[in-house]
Structure formats: structure tokens, C-alpha cells
């Protein structure tokens, strides 16, 4: 079994910073696409940023520039670094990895089970 435990998460006063860590542990061949999503009291669970396992990513045009999503292999581990935030940003935000438990197994999709993230002053 997998699992994808979130940290980092907290109250954060506007223009601030935090840096949110997803692990993910178990019996793991490889991660491959590792994504960071949020969601906001009523409304639906949006994709904030990717990441390959080659690195690649990608980001909501809503945090271009001030957050930046990274990556450790070795540690099947996702980080997603937020700067300059805004109170908009206020979500439970939850990690998403596509893994392979063996060389010739299909990938599978694992979720996080969230992490709060309030930005206030």
C-alpha cells in the first residue's frame, strides 16, 4: 500500500511564505507525475502545479511567479514553495501522486489526505 502523507501547511499572514512537503512511502517502484491541488470552502478541487519525474512543470496561472514546485526522487518526496501570498490562496491543499509499485505494474493515482493552508493577518 502507498501512502502520500502532506506537512507543512499553516496560518501565514499576507506576503508570506510557506513551503509544503508531500512523501510519499510504501512498497514504491517509481513516482512519476507528482501535482500539488487546492480547494476552498464551496468550490471545486483545482490543480495548482505539476511536476514530471524529468522535471517539468507546470502552474496555475493564478500563482505563476510566486509558487514553485520541486521534487526529490530519491525520497519520493514533492515540495511546493509559496511566496508572496495572498489571503486567495486560503485552501486545504492536497498532493497527488501517479506511482508504479513494480517495473511491470500500470501506475496508479494516490491522493494526500490534505493539509490546511490559511493566509490572514
Known amino acids: 500500500q502507498v501512502q502520500l502523507v502532506e506537512s507543512g501547511g499553516g496560518l501565514v499572514q499576507p506576503g508570506g511564505s510557506l513551503r509544503l512537503s508531500c512523501a510519499a512511502s510504501g512498497s514504491i517502484f517509481e513516482t512519476y507525475t507528482m501535482e500539488w491541488y487546492r480547494q476552498a470552502p464551496g468550490n471545486q478541487r483545482d490543480l495548482v502545479a505539476s511536476i514530471t519525474r524529468a522535471e517539468s512543470v507546470n502552474y496555475a496561472d493564478s500563482v505563476k511567479g510566486r509558487f514553485t514546485i520541486s521534487r526529490d526522487n530519491a525520497k519520493n518526496t514533492v515540495y511546493l514553495q509559496m511566496d508572496t501570498m495572498k489571503p486567495e490562496d486560503t485552501a486545504v491543499y492536497y498532493c497527488?501522486?501517479?506511482?508504479?509499485?513494480?517495473?511491470?505494474?500500470?501506475?496508479?493515482?494516490?491522493w494526500g489526505q490534505g493539509t490546511q493552508v490559511t493566509v490572514s493577518s
Open positions: 497527488k501522486a501517479d506511482v508504479k509499485l513494480r517495473a511491470t505494474s500500470p501506475t496508479y493515482r494516490y
